[in-house]
């Protein structure tokens, strides 16, 4: 045996987590084809909190199914972790605009079941349960089912659900769009606190410039027709991100207009 | 509010004690035939002589047993099937134009073929509930499983759990509020069909005893027998719904419906 066969890991330091090569998808249902993504290429650092903004339409929903592996793309290379991406796995780990918690199951269990179906001992499950619902600051909710929750609980659960399994990635799809301003900005600064805490890679679309400033270590802006990339800014403002400072608003003025946004005079 | 809430209870109280009242002092006034028209008191009498005599317990437990064999049977039946149709295209491309065939024909049409094939025994009885339970059944449980939502599908996926795993943890629980549904209507088409069935030609049952009692001008057994349908009736969907709320606390939470097929 070579010895540096043994101390490769299988990802390599400094090797991207996430690496898109051409990437390209089209709709094609019998009345016409949608070119939904173009070609993208995009390769993603471990840790990185990347905020994907465009219009509607321009492929965002489509680029993050795609890693998550509900969709298979039309051409292109996709590999997360050193992994061709084939169907979804536990390792990417997604939250959803409405939620999508299982009605059925009460909110432990809900954050339970990816441990549970990767056959962890009940103890273990709970104590992680537990932990994960202090963290998103519902510790003594675990016992009520979904429909007893507000939308801004069950996005927290739905987060934690998640988070629960420690996937390397997580995909988020404009998962605060229907929450009030102020859930909003809260579920903002745990979501911020937990990628610091536990240093996640994310990958969060949204379609509020702010949420973004306020989120992102790295902006990704598309365009639509066919969905492509127009820039990709590295985010270096300070955390905690104050909405007021001057950088802030000049980025903010820069995103707006590559979005095509008239920005208020 | 309390107070309406028991106002309302009181009327209702009131109105049935009055319709009894009503009834029993008509049976009694001579203006109607009392034998035609048996006074409330003497059905409780008569309830009463056959319950002693163990002969209303012999045909409330043999209409009983049958009902629970043929719900049973169909519903396990109307559940394989409608998972298997829903999940197996090819399995439903086959099959279903037959099964909406006889869906289209009401069960109680095949009342007269039953006992024609199966005779008047337990057997004729058991088949024709088990049909007509089946449909309900198999309608509901085929549209849950199919329309069972993809997205809670991918979340789960992405939770780890992919084939028969995704159909276990998730597609049989998304499709329960239909399935329950389906097996809701059932109780009362089983006893619709038992009823049917034990009028049409048997040797025990509580429609045995009504079709009896006719025949030898028992208007008060008659009465005694609809009260125990009833009673089996409000007993049975009771104790479903009992079982439900126990069993999946969830369930009443979900505007669970049923949507035609
Ligand atoms: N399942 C589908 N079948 C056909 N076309 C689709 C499908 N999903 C998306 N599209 C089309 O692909 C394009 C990109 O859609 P996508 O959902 O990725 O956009 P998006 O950026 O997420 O938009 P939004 O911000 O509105 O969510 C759109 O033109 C859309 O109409
Ligand atoms: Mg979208």
Not at chain 1, 24 to 41: E, K, N, W
Not at chain 1, 95 to 110: E, G, I, K, M
Not at chain 1, 145 to 165: D, H, N
Not at chain 2, 107 to 120: H, N, T, Y
């Given at each position: ?265 | ?58 045909h409330?437990?043999a209409s009983?047993?049958r009902a ?39 069960s109680l049409a095949f009342v007269p073929?039953a006992i024609?094939?199966?005779?008047i025994?337990?057997?004729s009885k058991?088949?024709l509930i088990?049909?007509g ?57 089983a006893l619709v069909v038992l009823v049917a069935a034990e009028l049409a030609g048997a040797a025990f049952g509580v429609g045995y005893l009504i079709q009896m009692s006719q025949q ?5 057994q008659m009465?005694?027998g609809l009260?125990a349908l ?32």
């Amino acid at each position: 045996m070579n010895a540096r066969v043994e101390i490769a890991s299988p990802i390599a330091v400094g090797e991207p987590l996430i690496t898109c090569i051409e990437l390209g998808h089209v709709y094609d249902f019998g009345r016409g084809r949608t070119a939904a993504l173009g070609s993208i290429s995009l390769t993603i650092d471990r840790g990185e909190f990347v905020c994907v903004l465009g219009p509607s339409g321009c492929g965002k929903t489509t680029l993050l199914n795609i890693l998550a592996g509900f969709v298979v793309p039309a051409h292109g290379d996709v590999r997360v972790g050193g992994h061709a991406v084939d169907g979804p796995s536990s390792e990417r780990g997604v939250v959803f605009q409405d939620y999508s918690l299982f009605p059925w199951l009460t909110a432990q269990a809900n954050v339970e079941f990816g441990l549970r179906m990767a056959g962890r001992a009940a103890r273990e499950r709970a104590t992680i349960a537990h932990d994960l619902l202090g963290l998103v600051g519902l510790p003594d909710e675990g016992a009520k089912y979904p429909f007893e929750l507000s939308g801004g609980m069950k996005q927290r659960i739905a987060i934690a659900r998640a988070l629960a399994t420690r996937p390397s990635l997580l995909l988020m799809d404009e998962p605060f769009a229907a929450l009030d301003a102020m859930t909003r900005s809260s579920l903002q600064a745990k979501l911020v606190e937990i990628h610091r805490q536990e240093r996640p890679t994310i990958l969060f679309v949204t379609h509020n410039i702010t949420e973004a400033l306020v989120l992102a270590s790295r902006l990704i802006v598309m365009a639509p027709n066919p969905g492509r990339i127009v820039e990709d800014i590295r985010i270096d403002l300070p955390r905690p991100r104050r909405r007021t400072a001057p950088r802030f608003n000049e980025i903010y003025e820069h995103v707006a207009r590559a979005i095509g946004l008239e920005t208020a005079e | 509010m309390a107070f309406g809430v028991s106002r309302h209870s009181v009327a209702g109280m009131i109105g049935t004690l009055a319709f009894f009242g009503a009834w029993e002092a008509l049976s009694r006034s001579g203006f109607v035939n009392n034998v035609m028209l048996p006074a409330p008191s003497t059905i409780v009498q008569s309830a009463w002589e056959l319950i002693l005599t163990g002969e209303l317990p012999r045909h409330l437990g043999a209409s009983l047993v049958r009902a629970a064999i043929g719900f049973l049977g169909g519903s396990a039946l109307g559940v394989i099937l409608g998972v298997a149709m829903a999940r197996l295209p090819l399995l439903h491309g086959t099959i279903n134009p037959l099964v909406q065939m006889f869906r289209a024909v009401p069960s109680l049409a095949f009342v007269p073929l039953a006992i024609f094939w199966f005779g008047i025994g337990e057997m004729s009885k058991i088949v024709l509930i088990a049909w007509g339970v089946f449909f309900p059944v198999w309608v509901n449980t085929y549209i849950g499983v199919r329309d069972v939502s993809p997205l809670l599908g991918r979340a789960a996926a992405s939770l780890g759990a992919r084939g028969w795993r995704n159909f276990a943890y998730v597609v049989i629980p998304g499709a329960l509020p239909f399935i329950i549904a389906g097996l809701r209507v059932s109780l009362s088409v089983a006893l619709v069909v038992l009823v049917a069935a034990e009028l049409a030609g048997a040797a025990f049952g509580v429609g045995y005893l009504i079709q009896m009692s006719q025949q030898v001008f028992r208007v008060d057994q008659m009465f005694v027998g609809l009260i125990a349908l009833g009673a089996m009736g409000f007993a049975a969907d009771l104790l479903f719904e009992h079982a439900v709320r126990r069993l999946l606390p969830w369930y009443g939470a979900e505007q669970a419906g049923q949507k035609g097929p």
